[in-house]
C-alpha cells in the first residue's frame, strides 16, 4: 500500500451544498482520503465539470423512489444541445432520505414553552422527538377522499405559526400526506436544497416560516425538529448516478473505477446495468416496439423507461431505456453490444449512457 | 335547434384560475353557453369533481411539448389511493403557450423613464414589445457552454431592479433560455399558476418582483409586458385532456360527446387515440417487452411511454402507454380491445384510461 504522495487528489463535484443528500451519495462512492469532493450548485455544474475535465468525477441525483425521475437530470442526458457528449455513468448510489420539518422554537405551542429538554438542536439531535398531544393527526374523511391517507409522523407541537414553507421541489413530493394532514394550504416556496431551506428558515427573523429538510440541516442551523420522517413512505430513498468522462478509460475497464465499489472479476448479467438513450421515427408504424423488442431478443431485461420531448418536433420524445447487463468493450458479441447494433437498424438515433455495477441489493 | 330550455347546464371544471392556459383549453372543448365552467384550484380538485357527479367533464394538463408531462396529472391517473378508479380521458386539446415577463414600470431602466406609449397593460396588449438597446441578449461562450443559445425575445428595458421571479412551476422549463440570459441567479418562487404569480407582482409594494405569466393576465391585473414570447421554442404547446366518469356513457358511444369536437362516422385507427396504463412483474424477465408487443401485434402504433413510482415497492413502476386508435365499446374484435386482452395475460394488471378523438392535426 502506498502512502499518500502529496499530489493532487482526483475531484468529484456533486449537488451541494454540503451535507446534502447528494454529498452522502458522494461519501458512500468515494473515500474522501482519496478524492477531493467538490459542492456545485446546479446539476448541469456538475455535468460541465466533468466534461470540461475539471472533475474527474460527478454525482448527480437520477430518481427518488416516492417522486420518480429528476427530470433536469434526464434533460442533461438528452444532451440535446450537444453540450455534454462524452458523459457517462459509471457508477450508482442509493442513500435513505428522510425528511424532517425543522423551524424555530417559538414556532412551538403557546401554553408549552419550549424548554431545552425538547429541543432538538446541537449535540441533542438524535434524541427522538417528543410527540405532544396538540395535533390528533386525524384526518376527516370527506366524499370526494372517503379513505384519506393518514400521516406516519407526528408534529412535536403546534404548528399554527407556520405561515411559509421551504424546501426542495422534490421534497413536497415526497411528504404530502403529512403537509396535506399538519400544514396544508401553507404557501411554499422552492429552493435549490433543503440545506438552503433550512439556512433560509434560519436566517427569518419572524420565526414563523420552516423547512422541510434533514436532521443533519437541523444541526448545522440551529434549528428545532419540529416532526421527524414526515415522508409518505419509510422505504423513501433516492437513487444517485456517479459521471465520467467517456474518452478517459474506454478499453479494459472490467472493473469499477471506484475505491468503495466492489470489483469480483466473475458476475451475471444481473449485476450490471446499463443507460441507453434512442429517438424514433413516430410517424413510423411500430417503431418504439420494434425498438424496445431488440433487448428482449438478447435476454436483456427492461427495467425502466422514461421519456423527455426530443426538442426536435413537438410530441416526438428522446426515450431512456435501462436495462439489467453490460455493454463489454472491445467485444463485438456482448448481449448488449448485438442488442445496440440491431437498435441502430430500428430506430432513429441512439447513444450509450455507460453501464455499472448495480448496487440494489435484492 | 332547440333555445335554452332554462335547466340547469351541465358544469365542466377546470383548474383555474380564470383567463389560466387550462380554461383556454376549456373554451376550445366547450360552447359556454351549453355549459357553466368553473374554475377550481387544483388537478386533483378537477378529478374529484368528475369522479363525485358535482361535474359533468373536467379539464387538466397533460403535457408541455418543451417541458414534458404533468407528473400532478399522471399521478391522479394512476390512482395509487383507489381514489379515482372511474376517471377517463374522453377529449384533447392543445393551445398554444406565449410566456411573457410581467412587472412594475418603475423597474425600467432609471434613464429611460416609462412612458405610457411603452406600457404595455390595458388596451394596448397587443401592440407589440418596443426594443430598447439597453441588453444587447448576448450570451458569452465559455469553455464548458461553447454555444450557448440565445433568446429570441428581448426585453423592453432593464431588468437589474428585478429580485425576484414568480411563476408556475412549468413555466421555468419552458423559458430557460431567456431566464438564464437576462435574469441568470435572480430568486424563483413557485406559485400555483401563471395568473397567480402575475397577482402577487401587482400587490408587490416594492416593484422589484416580476411573473412569467400571460399577456391576459397582464391586462387583469394591469402590468407590464416587460418581454414578450420569452418560451424557448416558439410552438410551445400545452396539451389538455376532457376527462368525464366511466359509468355515465359506455355503449354506443360512437362519436364524440362534446360539441366542438367533430364527429364523423368514418374514421380510421388514427383518428383515435387511447391511453392505458399497467403494472408488470420486475422480475420477470421480458414483461415489459412482452407488454409492450402486444400492442404492435395489432397494428397500433405506441406515440407515448410514461412512468411514475408503483407505490406499491421501490424501484417498481406504472407504465402509461398511448396509442393510435380506440378500445369499440360492445364489441370484442376490434384491435385495442385485442390487445387488451392478449395484456391481460403478460401484465400484473392494467387499466383502459380512455379512448378519444385525436386532436392534433398532422
Not at 400526506?177 to 435549490?192: A, H, M, P, W
Request: hydrophobic letters at 35%.
Amino acid at each position: 500500500m502506498l502512502e499518500d504522495s502529496g499530489s493532487p487528489k482526483p475531484v468529484v463535484t456533486f449537488l451541494g451544498p454540503v451535507a446534502s443528500y447528494t454529498h452522502q451519495a458522494t461519501l458512500d462512492a468515494f473515500n474522501s482520503s482519496d478524492f477531493t469532493l467538490t459542492p456545485v450548485i446546479t446539476i448541469e455544474d456538475v455535468f460541465a465539470s466533468v466534461q470540461s475535465g475539471t472533475a474527474h468525477r460527478g454525482v448527480v441525483p437520477f430518481e427518488n423512489s416516492s417522486n420518480g425521475s429528476v427530470v433536469f437530470t434526464l434533460d442533461l442526458f438528452a444532451d440535446l444541445q450537444h453540450k455534454y457528449p462524452e458523459i457517462i455513468v459509471c457508477g450508482e448510489s442509493y442513500i435513505a432520505v428522510q425528511h424532517c420539518l425543522l423551524g424555530h422554537p417559538n414556532s412551538r405551542h403557546a401554553s408549552q414553552p419550549s424548554s431545552v429538554s425538547e429541543r432538538f438542536g446541537g449535540s441533542r439531535v438524535g434524541s427522538g422527538v417528543i410527540e405532544s398531544p396538540l395535533s390528533s393527526g386525524a384526518v376527516t374523511p370527506t366524499s370526494t377522499i372517503p379513505n384519506p391517507q393518514k400521516p406516519t409522523a407526528r408534529p412535536a407541537g403546534d404548528l399554527s405559526k407556520i405561515k411559509k414553507l421551504y424546501s426542495h421541489p422534490q421534497a413536497w413530493g415526497q411528504c404530502k400526506i403529512f403537509l396535506n394532514t399538519y400544514l396544508k394550504g401553507v404557501e411554499r416556496q422552492d429552493v435549490s436544497s433543503t440545506s438552503r431551506a433550512a439556512q433560509l428558515v434560519a436566517e427569518d427573523p419572524t420565526g414563523e416560516s420552516a423547512a422541510v429538510s434533514s436532521v443533519i440541516a437541523a444541526r448545522i442551523h440551529g434549528l428545532e425538529v419540529l416532526a421527524r420522517g414526515i415522508e409518505d413512505r419509510g422505504d423513501n430513498t433516492t437513487r444517485f448516478f456517479v459521471i465520467r468522462k467517456r474518452a478517459e478509460v474506454e478499453v479494459g475497464e472490467t472493473k469499477s473505477v471506484e475505491g468503495k465499489q466492489s470489483g469480483k472479476d466473475e458476475r451475471g448479467e444481473g449485476d450490471w446495468k446499463t443507460l441507453v438513450s434512442f429517438t424514433i421515427d413516430h410517424a413510423n408504424l411500430g417503431s418504439l416496439a420494434h425498438s424496445l423488442a431488440v433487448f428482449e431478443k438478447y435476454g436483456l431485461n427492461l427495467t425502466s423507461i422514461n421519456t423527455r420531448p426530443s426538442g426536435v418536433e413537438n410530441w416526438n420524445y428522446i426515450f431512456f431505456v435501462e436495462l439489467k447487463g453490460r455493454k463489454e468493450e472491445g467485444i463485438e458479441d456482448g448481449p448488449v453490444n448485438k442488442a445496440l447494433k440491431d437498435l441502430d437498424s430500428v430506430c432513429r438515433s441512439w447513444r450509450w449512457l455507460g453501464s455499472w455495477e448495480n448496487r440494489l441489493a435484492r
